[in-house]
Every structure is written in structure tokens, then in C-alpha cells.
């Protein structure tokens, strides 16, 4: 599912750019704000695919371009029992959900219910039960698993810290997106690779993938 032949900051932009849509876990997504991956690209962001390994958390930067419509979803996405977390430009909590508030299952979905402005976000995925702390303690009760919620833990006033360890599945999963963008746009450089013949290029490659 990676877009493993195309490497280089060039070619990651002209994937991203080229189709505008998904973004593919490049190597392994950090788990903190610092070591967050960049989804880089051009138009909406329709979808994350990433892997995870056993005691895996991964972050990626996204930007939400409109918080009535914006969700992120692994319902459908996967067979790991995800979680979701959303966190602002600084790293602090806005939302979060574990086990889907009207679908019933054990994957995942947050909306912008609880965020107040567009922009860049850091949104996280992580499985059952690693949860997110700052330095005050857990960011987020560990329950109750089926509602979406604020910060509503005793660290909710400090920004992420880190993770508790939990969660032994190794297995993909792809986070649906709606109302948002990429973290950043390609530079100017890559931008100029993409004529035509590049286009086809990434095409031939993301289909071989
Ligand atoms: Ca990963
Ligand atoms: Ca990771
Ligand atoms: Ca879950």
C-alpha cells in the first residue's frame, strides 16, 4: 500500500500533488507534536493509510479547512481497535474518540464538534488502550469508550507529553477525512515537476503500489 518507489522530498510532494487525495504513511509516524509527519500535497486530503505495529502511535499534521464538515474515520478502515485523537498547533487536546458513537464499533471517528477554528491540527491514531498524557496525567478519561469527547482527563490542561504503551495488533488502516487539507503545500521545486509526464509517472507508480 506504501508508495515505497518514490522517495526524496521531491517525490513526496509530487505524489501528495499529483492526486490530492491520500496521503501514505511514509516509513513510521512519529509520536509526539516534534516528530509528527507532514502530509504534503495539494488540494482536499481524503484519506491516511499508515501501518501499525504492535505499541505503535502514529501522528500526522493535517490542516482541517472547515469544521462543520470535518471528520476523520477508521470505521470501515481497519480491523485494529483504533483511537482517535486530535490535537492543536501547540499540542493540546481538542478531541477524541475510541469506539464509534453511532456505528457500535471498536474503530474510530472525531468530528469538529469541539473544534472552534480552521488550520493546522496534529491528528493522531493509536490502538487500544495507548493513551495520550502531558505532564498533569492522562489528557483524556479512559472512558466512556463510545462518545466523543473534549479533554476531559486530569493533563487536559497541558499539551501531549506522551503515551501509554498498550495495543499488540500489526496490521493497516486508513483514516477516511472530510474538510481537510494537507499539513503543508509542495515547495515551488517540486511544484515544476509536475508536467503531465509526471503526472503519469506517479499514476504508474501508485497503481503498482
Ligand atoms: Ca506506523
Ligand atoms: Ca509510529
Ligand atoms: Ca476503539
Redesign the pocket.
Known amino acids: 500500500m506504501k508508495i515505497a518507489l518514490l522517495a526524496g522530498a521531491a517525490a513526496l510532494a509530487l505524489s501528495g500533488a499529483a492526486f490530492g487525495d491520500v496521503w501514505a504513511e511514509q516509513g513510521?509516524?512519529?509520536?509526539s507534536i516534534a516528530t509528527a509527519q507532514h502530509t504534503v500535497g495539494l488540494g482536499s486530503l481524503d484519506a491516511i493509510r499508515g501501518h501499525?505495529?504492535p505499541n505503535?502511535?502514529?501522528?500526522y499534521c493535517i490542516r482541517i479547512l472547515d469544521i462543520r464538515s470535518f471528520s476523520a474515520s477508521t470505521v470501515g478502515g481497519t480491523s485494529i481497535d483504533t483511537q482517535l485523537f486530535l490535537f492543536d498547533a501547540n499540542g493540546y487536546g481538542v478531541t477524541h474518540n475510541d469506539d464509534d458513537p453511532a456505528g457500535g464499533s471498536l474503530q474510530s471517528k472525531i468530528t469538529g464538534a469541539f473544534v472552534t477554528s480552521p488550520g493546522l491540527y496534529y491528528l493522531a491514531i493509536s490502538q487500544y488502550n495507548a493513551d495520550p498524557s502531558s505532564i498533569s496525567g492522562l489528557i483524556w478519561a479512559n472512558s466512556p469508550f463510545n462518545v466523543e469527547r473534549a479533554p476531559d482527563g486530569p493533563g487536559a490542561g497541558d499539551p501531549l507529553n506522551s503515551w501509554s504503551v498498550s495495543g499488540t495488533t500489526d496490521g493497516d488502516y486508513s483514516i477516511a477525512l472530510v474538510g481537510a487539507g494537507f499539513c503543508e503545500i509542495p515547495a515551488p521545486s517540486a511544484l515544476a515537476l509536475l508536467g503531465l509526464g509526471g503526472i503519469a509517472a506517479a499514476g504508474r507508480r501508485r497503481r503498482q503500489a
Open positions: 513510521d509516524a512519529g509520536q501499525h505495529d505503535d502511535v502514529d501522528i
